[in-house]
């Protein structure tokens, strides 16, 4: 502590997120762990130096709160986190925040660092952003702000306004010992308002970054093509921390968990010598390459009861083009270990990729009704800026939306695609996402509520009116808590 | 001298090498390999090769003098 006195008062806002359907409103599982994670680490640094508060705009429905919060806490500074999906929120949220409030915005996530310097560009009421990783870019911020500076070209990692120029810093370097972070500080939400409180569960990540090219990904945007794990005893300290809490359910939110089998077979074999009993989820999927019946009876023994796989496309040329650097018969193997393992799993699927027709997207339609999965999902391809799909998409297809402004308007659960060429257009784009949606629709409710009930319930919702009214109850509160609750694979 | 090796067993075929080095790696049957036609013995592609070993998740690419 430099002075003994508060430096800043910084309001971090999270807005508002789509529901799984895509429909408007749904309540946040949990806390966000970007927001946690940074709060954390300023905490740590810089503990009684700055006030800390934080607004989740999907716990609350009436958008006149965040004004209120604004008036009471007087804060000097909004960090506003940003993601791609839902981006009109973000947009939003700017906006509301601009008319409450004098105190300059910064804006992070994973938005920033897809596009960067772009961010600034369309949005003139932001005075800062910050790409890539946060924690030691915003702390290093804070400090220049604190000492009143006006150039702020030394901080790499920021985003900023000099005079009517924008100008975007040098990249930093990523955090390599990812062990040293302390655990994201969760407890600084309101825990109670969150369905993870009843569910007692809790995310958590277990490494940094990604190694794989996939050509649609942004994560390597973000978080790099380095895998930055944390050690399987840092791990279980985070799980057993919780755990002693009374939480025994756990997402692990890795973009790569099994890269490394051995690490990932020490941190279960860590957790079963712990005698912890807690269940695990793997729904930001996992690599079918990366997988091995021993691992798959380790995660099973350790209580893992849930994994997502990538697989993207049902078509081999495709998966060969999107660089995904995987074999459809190592999918199917897979889900069958999966299976005999006892671990309930889904695979996911984009439609749109690079160079795809009609019959080779629905190859991935026919591959997916076969597999011998519990439940299959199917994403609109977005094709974020910095990917290569996006420039591939510049130069090879035509834009259905503005190519500045699609991000806004057009999610991955949206039927809408945002871009179409002369061998796969728009009309059939959007059938094959039609069957897509249905399909995963049809898997979900059976896995959900059973074969008999989760039939009756997608019959019963093949009808708009009911299908909407679901829709519409899902983003109440009492909606989302019922169906989080019907998700916990115990 | 140089010599540069990939572990067959260990390379998950990322192509991340191929990506920081195009002039040395390349991809081939899900795996990467070292060109033969690469000038080894020049700094800068030494220095590549170097920061490559480094940023291979599982440590399969090696480099002896």
Redesign the interface.
Same mark, same amino acid.
């Given at each position: 502590m430099k002075n003994n006195k508060i430096n800043q008062r910084i309001l971090f806002i999270i807005p508002n997120l789509k529901n799984m359907f895509g429909g408007k409103g749904g309540v946040p599982g949990h806390p966000h762990v970007g927001i946690a994670s940074l709060v954390s680490y300023i905490l740590k640094k810089a503990p009684n130096e700055y006030e800390l508060t934080v607004f989740d705009e999907g716990l609350e429905s009436d958008t006149r709160k965040l004004t209120k919060k604004i008036k009471e806490f007087k804060p000097t500074l909004i960090g506003i986190t940003t993601f791609s999906y839902c981006y009109v929120n973000v947009l939003d949220t700017i906006d509301r925040v601009y008319k409450a409030t004098k105190a300059p915005i910064v804006l992070g996530g994973a938005h920033v660092s897809a596009v960067r310097g772009q961010v600034l560009k369309e949005n003139p009421k932001v005075k800062y952003a910050i790409k890539s990783e946060g924690e030691e870019t915003f702390l290093e911020f804070l400090s220049a702000l604190d000492e009143e500076k006006k150039d702020f070209s030394e901080i790499k990692g920021l985003l900023w306004r000099k005079g009517k120029r924008i100008v975007e810093n040098a990249d930093r370097p990523l955090i390599d010992k990812v062990d040293s972070l302390p655990f994201p500080k969760f407890e600084f939400f309101d825990l109670k308002q969150y369905p993870c409180y009843e569910t007692k569960g809790m995310p958590i990540l277990t490494s940094r970054g990604c190694p794989y090219g996939c050509n649609y990904c942004s994560v390597k945007l973000s978080m790099g093509r380095g895998f930055r794990p944390r050690s399987p005893k840092n791990v279980l300290a985070e799980l057993t921390y919780w755990y002693k809490k009374g939480y025994t359910s756990f997402d692990i939110n890795d973009d790569c968990f099994t890269l490394d089998l051995d690490r990932a077979e020490n941190i279960c074999d860590l957790i079963i010598q712990s005698k912890m009993k807690i269940n695990l989820q793997l729904y930001n999927g996992i690599r079918v390459d990366r997988v091995t019946p021993r691992l798959l009876r380790r995660l099973k023994k350790a209580g893992v009861v849930f994994i997502a796989y990538g697989c993207e496309t049902g078509n081999q040329e495709t998966l060969n083009t999107i660089k995904k650097s995987i074999k459809l018969d190592q999918v199917i193997r897979a889900v069958n270990w999966t299976n005999k393992a006892g671990i309930k799993n889904a695979v996911n699927f984009i439609i749109g990729h690079e160079g795809e027709t009609y019959d080779r997207a629905m190859d991935s339609v026919r591959f997916a009704e076969k597999l011998p999965t519990n439940f299959v999902n199917f994403y609109n391809l977005v094709p974020y800026p910095g990917t290569a799909v996006f420039e591939w998409a510049k130069k090879n297809a035509h834009f259905l939306v503005p190519q500045e402004t699609f991000l806004r308007e057009i999610s991955y659960r949206d039927n809408s695609p945002i871009f179409e060429t002369d061998e796969f257009t728009k009309e059939q784009r959007e059938r094959v996402m039609k069957m897509g949606f249905n399909l995963y629709e049809k898997k979900l409710l059976k896995l959900r509520l059973g074969n008999t009930l989760g039939s009756i319930g997608y019959l019963v919702t093949r009808s708009k009116t009911i299908h909407d009214l679901c829709l519409k109850f899902i983003s109440t509160r009492t909606g989302w808590r019922t169906f989080v609750r019907l998700s916990n694979h115990k | 001298m140089i010599k540069v090796t990939i572990g067959e067993k260990e390379c998950? /075929? =990322? /192509?991340?090498c191929n990506?920081l080095a195009p002039e040395i790696f390349f991809q081939q049957n899900?795996k990467s390999v070292v060109n033969s036609n690469a000038n080894l013995e020049d700094k800068d592609n030494q220095e590549l090769i170097r920061k490559t070993v480094k940023? =291979?998740?599982?440590g399969a690419i090696k480099m002896r003098i």
């Amino acid at each position: 502590m430099k002075n003994n006195k508060i430096n800043q008062r910084i309001l971090f806002i999270i807005p508002n997120l789509k529901n799984m359907f895509g429909g408007k409103g749904g309540v946040p599982g949990h806390p966000h762990v970007g927001i946690a994670s940074l709060v954390s680490y300023i905490l740590k640094k810089a503990p009684n130096e700055y006030e800390l508060t934080v607004f989740d705009e999907g716990l609350e429905s009436d958008t006149r709160k965040l004004t209120k919060k604004i008036k009471e806490f007087k804060p000097t500074l909004i960090g506003i986190t940003t993601f791609s999906y839902c981006y009109v929120n973000v947009l939003d949220t700017i906006d509301r925040v601009y008319k409450a409030t004098k105190a300059p915005i910064v804006l992070g996530g994973a938005h920033v660092s897809a596009v960067r310097g772009q961010v600034l560009k369309e949005n003139p009421k932001v005075k800062y952003a910050i790409k890539s990783e946060g924690e030691e870019t915003f702390l290093e911020f804070l400090s220049a702000l604190d000492e009143e500076k006006k150039d702020f070209s030394e901080i790499k990692g920021l985003l900023w306004r000099k005079g009517k120029r924008i100008v975007e810093n040098a990249d930093r370097p990523l955090i390599d010992k990812v062990d040293s972070l302390p655990f994201p500080k969760f407890e600084f939400f309101d825990l109670k308002q969150y369905p993870c409180y009843e569910t007692k569960g809790m995310p958590i990540l277990t490494s940094r970054g990604c190694p794989y090219g996939c050509n649609y990904c942004s994560v390597k945007l973000s978080m790099g093509r380095g895998f930055r794990p944390r050690s399987p005893k840092n791990v279980l300290a985070e799980l057993t921390y919780w755990y002693k809490k009374g939480y025994t359910s756990f997402d692990i939110n890795d973009d790569c968990f099994t890269l490394d089998l051995d690490r990932a077979e020490n941190i279960c074999d860590l957790i079963i010598q712990s005698k912890m009993k807690i269940n695990l989820q793997l729904y930001n999927g996992i690599r079918v390459d990366r997988v091995t019946p021993r691992l798959l009876r380790r995660l099973k023994k350790a209580g893992v009861v849930f994994i997502a796989y990538g697989c993207e496309t049902g078509n081999q040329e495709t998966l060969n083009t999107i660089k995904k650097s995987i074999k459809l018969d190592q999918v199917i193997r897979a889900v069958n270990w999966t299976n005999k393992a006892g671990i309930k799993n889904a695979v996911n699927f984009i439609i749109g990729h690079e160079g795809e027709t009609y019959d080779r997207a629905m190859d991935s339609v026919r591959f997916a009704e076969k597999l011998p999965t519990n439940f299959v999902n199917f994403y609109n391809l977005v094709p974020y800026p910095g990917t290569a799909v996006f420039e591939w998409a510049k130069k090879n297809a035509h834009f259905l939306v503005p190519q500045e402004t699609f991000l806004r308007e057009i999610s991955y659960r949206d039927n809408s695609p945002i871009f179409e060429t002369d061998e796969f257009t728009k009309e059939q784009r959007e059938r094959v996402m039609k069957m897509g949606f249905n399909l995963y629709e049809k898997k979900l409710l059976k896995l959900r509520l059973g074969n008999t009930l989760g039939s009756i319930g997608y019959l019963v919702t093949r009808s708009k009116t009911i299908h909407d009214l679901c829709l519409k109850f899902i983003s109440t509160r009492t909606g989302w808590r019922t169906f989080v609750r019907l998700s916990n694979h115990k | 001298m140089i010599k540069v090796t990939i572990g067959e067993k260990e390379c998950l /075929g =990322c /192509g991340l090498c191929n990506e920081l080095a195009p002039e040395i790696f390349f991809q081939q049957n899900d795996k990467s390999v070292v060109n033969s036609n690469a000038n080894l013995e020049d700094k800068d592609n030494q220095e590549l090769i170097r920061k490559t070993v480094k940023a =291979c998740p599982v440590g399969a690419i090696k480099m002896r003098i």
